[in-house]
């Protein structure tokens, strides 16, 4: 009896691990390494990637507008999908970073702004 709990509880454990951890989340302060790339990059592309390893990029969203973005996955490919609202105001162009965190190796992301396909302006590795 205590063998069958005891491999029971191992395959508990083993199966959790294995769990999604394919998120995105909007960062606030970023890495030096990072911020320098983003001062090279500038603001003038809408959209850049920048990859930090396997397992970790970099979304940067350079906008007037508010923006909301989700991610998901289908097969070997990674959806990001952008909502974008234009302001009203001109205030002019806001920096969104997210990190999106990947649970496996995609072959492709694609990327939508408000349901349209677009594609990634600035593409980077640090």
């Known amino acids: 009896m205590r063998k069958i709990v005891i491999v029971l509880l191992c395959s508990i454990i083993s199966l959790s691990a294995c769990n999604s951890t394919l ?3 909007e ?4 890495s030096k390494e990072l911020q ?5 990059l500038g603001m003038e592309d809408y959209v850049q990637m920048i990859n930090d390893g396997e397992k970790r990029s970099y979304f940067v969203i350079n906008t007037k507008g ?3 973005v989700s991610v998901k ?3 070997d490919t990674i959806v990001i999908n952008i909502d974008e609202e234009e302001n009203q105001n001109d205030e002019g162009i806001t ?3 997210f990190k999106l965190t990947k649970d496996a190796n995609y072959e492709y992301i694609d ?3 408000n349901g349209e396909q677009i594609p990634f302006d600035t593409v980077g590795a640090f």
């Open 95 to 97: 920096q969104h970073i």
């Open 66 to 68: 508010t923006v909301m």
């Open 111 to 113: 990327l939508y702004k």
């Open 36 to 40: 320098e790339i983003l001062n090279i």
């Open 23 to 25: 998120a995105i989340t």
């Open 73 to 75: 996955s289908k097969d």
């Open 27 to 30: 960062v606030k302060s970023v």
